[in-house]
C-alpha cells in the first residue's frame, strides 16, 4: 500500500523546537533526532490511536499518511503558535 506525505512549513515566527514541544504534550508524540548536518531532522511518533507519525526536516513537517484528516489539525496548532507572539513564550 502507498503511502501519501503531506507537507506542511513551520511560520518563521515559531522555532521548530517550540512545535515538537506543543505536539509531545498535547498528542503524546516522542520525537528522536536523526540528523543535524544540514538540517536538523526529527522523526515523531505517538501512541495515541490512529495518529501519523511525522517527521520534521527543518523547518518543515512531513506527515505520513493515507488521507489528508491531520493536515488541517497541524496548521491550526501552527497558526496558534505563531499568533502567541511567535511561540516564544511556550518554552
Known amino acids: 500500500m502507498n503511502s501519501i506525505e503531506h507537507y506542511l512549513?513551520?511560520?518563521?515566527?515559531v522555532q521548530p523546537r517550540i512545535v515538537r514541544n506543543a505536539l509531545s504534550s498535547g498528542h503524546g508524540y516522542n520525537w528522536i533526532q536523526l540528523s543535524s548536518r544540514t538540517k536538523d531532522v526529527y522523526y515523531g511518533e505517538t501512541t495515541y490511536p490512529n495518529m501519523p507519525m511525522l517527521r520534521m526536516i527543518g523547518r518543515q513537517i512531513v506527515i505520513e499518511g493515507h488521507d489528508s484528516q491531520y493536515v488541517e489539525p497541524i496548521e491550526r496548532i501552527l497558526?496558534?503558535?505563531?499568533?502567541?507572539?511567535?511561540?516564544r513564550y511556550l518554552d
Open 9 to 13: 512549513n513551520i511560520p518563521l515566527e
Open 79 to 87: 497558526s496558534a503558535l505563531k499568533s502567541v507572539q511567535g511561540g
